[in-house]
């Protein structure tokens, strides 16, 4: 009895999920149940629906709930420098091989990739990061930050990049002096930060095909912890071929490699999660 209930679940489960991929335009298939549940029981609550098939018809009669439904699985927490130690090992373990290396081409551009942004908080802790390495030397550089999610939301948010005070909590006093201004609404970023970083949608899990090449730095950090091992396999790879050679690609602190790139990426801090293509 309590294998049919169980099963039974897991279709209407497997039902929902294909229905919010085919007419919501969100793909969660693939993404661990365990989260996926805990925050499908939110929009079960919230919107009366009993059973994942009531939930069904829920969405037939309010396509607007699939954004809602969207904005609760994907969970958006993030912050400035979050994990400092990474961004201290980038400092001093990328930026001046990748800096002198570009200098001994006379290449002037340097490329990163922000690919699960949230509301900006990561690729604009990516551009102060640069501002502090190369101070007066900024110049020299034509620097291109790109900043993707799949959250609409959390793009506009970033966009705008104005941060409460809660957000900037913990943001080093020089820092938010130099690279912030206090209006009424909250701190907002410099324009010579925020000019660096475009935001666009872009879902890692769609496509083999990487949306940006000859990246010099990616950072994907606290994303594929919530995807099955299968398709996190497939968003690595897209990423290791949307890399320049050489080039290096900066996990969150929970994740690691799949063992599909085991052998392509060597180590350069295994806490800080600073991998290099070779
Ligand atoms: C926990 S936040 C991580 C933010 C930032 N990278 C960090 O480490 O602080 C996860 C982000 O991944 C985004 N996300 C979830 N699935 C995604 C997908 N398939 N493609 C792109 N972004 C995705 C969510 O919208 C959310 O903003």
């Not at 990474?86 to 690919?115: A, C, G, I, N, Y």
């Not at 102060?128 to 790109?146: K, N, P």
């Amino acid at each position: 009895m309590r294998d049919t209930t169980i099963k039974s679940e897991a279709t209407a489960l497997n039902s929902l999920l294909e229905k919010v991929h085919q007419d919501g335009g969100y793909d969660f298939r693939e993404y661990k149940r365990g989260t996926i549940v805990r925050r499908l029981e939110r929009r079960l609550h919230a919107t009366g629906a009993k059973t994942y098939l009531n939930y069904i018809q829920f969405l037939d009669a309010h396509p607007e709930e699939y954004q809602n439904l969207a904005n609760d699985l994907t969970i958006r927490v993030s912050g400035f420098f979050r994990n400092p130690y990474t961004f201290q090992q980038v400092t001093k373990l990328v930026l001046p091989e990748l800096v002198s290396s570009k200098r001994d081409k006379k290449e002037r551009e340097l490329r990163f990739w922000s690919t699960a942004c949230a509301r900006g908080e990561e690729p604009y802790s990516l551009a102060i990061m640069l501002a502090e390495f190369l101070g007066s030397q900024l110049r020299d550089f034509d620097i291109s930050i790109y900043a993707t999610d799949i959250s609409r939301q959390a793009l506009e948010e970033a966009r705008a990049g104005v941060y409460s005070p809660k957000d900037i909590e913990g943001i080093p006093s020089t820092i938010l002096k130099n690279y912030f201004t206090l209006y009424d609404k909250g701190y907002a970023l410099k324009t010579d930060i925020s000019q660096m970083v475009s935001f666009s949608y872009f879902d890692l899990t769609s496509t083999t095909q990487p949306p940006f090449v000859d990246m010099d730095c990616i950072f994907c950090r606290n994303i594929l912890i919530y995807l099955q091992v299968q398709l996190q396999e497939k968003v690595l790879k897209m990423l290791y071929d949307s890399l320049a050679t050489p080039s290096y690609l900066i996990l969150g602190e929970a994740e690691t490699p799949t063992s599909n790139l085991n052998e392509k990426l060597e180590s350069l801090d295994n806490k800080a999660r600073i991998y290099k293509k070779m």
